[in-house]
Nanobody, 122 residues
Framework: QLQASGGGWVQAGDSLGLSCAAS????????VGWFRQAPGKEREFVAV????????YYADFGEGRFTISRDNAKNEVYLQMNSLKPEDTAVYYC?????????????????WGQGTLVTVSS
C-alpha cells in the first residue's frame, strides 16, 4: 500500500516536500515515480527514480525545480518541489513501477497510492 503526503496550499515561489510511504511490502527493488493530475487535465509524469537511487528522470517542467529521492531503509520516496508555480496545482500521486528502472509511462506502474493535493496560488 502506498500513501502520498505533504501536499498543501502554498504561494507561488514557495517550496513543498512530498513523501510516499509504502507499507505491507518493500519496493526497494522497484523504480518509483510521481505523477500529477490537474483539474480537467490528464494525468502526467513528474519524476521517477530507479531502485538504487539512480536513473532519475524529470518532466521538462520539473527540471531544475523538483528533486526526487528515496530511502530504501524507510521504504519511502520523496519529491522536493521548489519555486512552485500556479500551474503546478494538481493532485500528486506516487506509483511503483513494474521494473527496477524508471519509466515515464503510467502503464509501466503497477501500484498507485492515493494522491495528495498541492495548491499553488499566484
Amino acid at each position: 500500500q502506498l500513501q502520498a503526503s505533504g501536499g498543501g496550499w502554498v504561494q507561488a515561489g514557495d517550496s513543498l516536500g512530498l513523501s510516499c510511504a509504502a507499507s505491507g511490502r518493500t519496493y526497494s527493488n522497484n523504480a518509483v515515480g510521481w505523477f500529477r493530475q490537474a483539474p480537467g487535465k490528464e494525468r502526467e509524469f513528474v519524476a521517477v527514480i530507479g531502485w538504487r537511487g539512480f536513473s532519475i528522470y524529470y518532466a521538462d517542467f520539473g527540471e531544475g525545480r523538483f528533486t526526487i529521492s528515496r530511502d530504501n531503509a524507510k521504504n519511502e520516496v520523496y519529491l522536493q518541489m521548489n519555486s512552485l508555480k500556479p500551474e503546478d496545482t494538481a493532485v500528486y500521486y506516487c506509483a511503483v513501477a513494474r521494473k527496477s528502472y524508471g519509466s515515464r509511462l503510467a502503464e509501466d506502474y503497477a501500484y498507485w497510492g492515493q494522491g495528495t493535493l498541492v495548491t499553488v496560488s499566484s
